[in-house]
């Protein structure tokens, strides 16, 4: 399985992005995918989660009401809209796939692959 993801750019606080996480490769829907997000100087830090089926949805506190994550219907794409953005919001935001059918996770060292990250970066 390879990850692209795609859709970041600059925005002004209080806009939106909505990021993309497109699996090739091999069909993804069984994987649970992951977003996260590491700003310069920080370490990477878990931003929300979707199961295999898309049943099963989790957001970290900091992004929890604004930001939504889901995935289309064949489960190859995963998407992470973002509203109401912030200035701590700038980061690079990368997908992950985890192997494991174990739920939820949101250590980053549980997920198997990464994509290469897109930069979102939210002026005031």
């Known amino acids: 399985v390879q990850l692209q993801a795609s859709g970041g750019g600059p925005v002004q606080s209080g806009g939106s992005l909505r990021l993309s996480c497109v699996a090739s490769g091999r069909p993804s829907t069984r994987f649970g995918v992951g977003w996260f997000r590491q700003a310069p100087g920080k370490d990477r830090e878990y931003v929300a989660a979707?199961?295999?089926?898309?049943?099963?949805?989790d957001y970290s506190d900091v992004v929890k009401g604004r930001f939504t994550i889901s995935r289309d219907s064949d489960g190859n794409t995963v998407f992470l809209g973002m509203h109401d953005l912030k200035s701590e919001d700038t980061a690079i935001y990368y997908c992950?796939?985890?192997?494991?059918?174990?739920?939820?996770?949101?250590?980053?060292?549980?997920?198997?692959?990464w994509g290469q990250g897109t930069q979102v970066t939210v002026s005031s």
């Open positions: 979707i199961s295999g089926s898309g049943k099963t949805i």
């Open positions: 992950a796939v985890d192997l494991q059918p174990l739920g939820i996770r949101t250590d980053p060292t549980a997920y198997h692959i």
